[in-house]
């Protein structure tokens, strides 16, 4: 696989986000190993294992959408896209990330509020491992959905040729309002008593440590002109197979080319 190169500070934020959530199935398969093997052979089942696995699996799948945005390998239907000129292609690219901004502010607008409530009473699964999977997940959902929002507005300005003012626009303002709702952020977690005190440390430097990688990420590519991707890989050059059959006019049958008359 062929990773897109990162360019700007949303780009580099989710290729961080996404790498520490690339160990998580590794995890999650070693648990439930773990679990196997106390169930069947010592017959001590754990408590903890499913609603762990349910816990991390949820945060892999919100993240794994990050990722897919930056790398472009989201599925897309190019029935019509394929077939209309490069203007109607951009008026396509602008009209998908319009209904996704749409659709951010709807989710974060209506959802905000039960994300903060879950979160200030540290609200718990209700099992008898009783993880605070609501308290931690729906918070996420607001995040992530906010930089996926991000990073497409990212990929717009850097994929088709635009303005150097407008690039550095978007990673100016997308970097002022990820570190400004990290900075506001900060002393609420720390004033809420309710959550446990090294989650409270433990989510401070996470938004600490994400503001200095976007500040990295503006600094480092402010004046770099991002390169647009081109996938030129053609599957069909990997497989040995004579022009006539990838042309779609294979030979008669019992005609196949060295066989023997």
Not at 3 to 20: A, F, M, N, Y
Not at 39 to 65: D, H, K
Not at 159 to 181: E, F, Q, T, Y
């Amino acid at each position: 696989m062929v990773e897109h190169e990162r360019t700007g500070p949303v780009d580099l934020l989710s290729w961080c986000i996404s790498r520490i959530a690339m160990w998580g199935p590794a995890f999650i398969v070693g648990i439930i190993f773990y679990e196997v093997v106390l169930r069947y052979v010592f017959s001590q089942p754990t408590l903890w294992v499913n609603e762990m696995s349910l816990w991390i699996g949820g945060a892999i799948y919100l993240t794994s959408g990050l990722y897919a945005m930056q790398q472009r390998s989201h599925i897309r239907i190019f029935v019509l896209y394929d077939m209309m000129p490069v203007f109607i292609k951009k008026l396509f690219n602008f009209l998908s990330v319009f209904c996704l901004i749409v659709f951010a502010l709807a989710v974060i607008w209506g959802g905000f509020g039960e994300a903060a409530a879950k979160f200030a009473r540290w609200e718990t699964f209700g099992t008898a491992f009783d993880p605070p999977i609501p308290a931690t997940n729906k918070p996420l959902v607001m995040m992530t959905l906010l930089l996926v929002t991000l990073q497409a507005i990212s990929n717009l300005v850097r994929d088709w040729p635009s303005a150097p003012w407008l690039r550095k626009g978007v990673d100016i303002v997308s970097s002022a309002l990820i570190v400004g709702l990290a900075a506001r952020a900060v002393p609420r977690v720390l004033g809420s008593d309710s959550v446990p005190y090294w989650w409270r440390m433990a989510i401070v430097a996470f938004l600490v440590i994400s503001s200095m990688i976007v500040l990295y990420g503006l600094w480092r590519d402010f004046n770099r002109t991002p390169v647009p991707f081109v996938d030129n890989h053609d599957p069909a050059g990997e497989i040995d197979l004579p022009d006539n059959v990838l042309t779609g006019n294979p030979p008669p049958e019992g005609r196949m080319p060295g066989a023997r008359t």
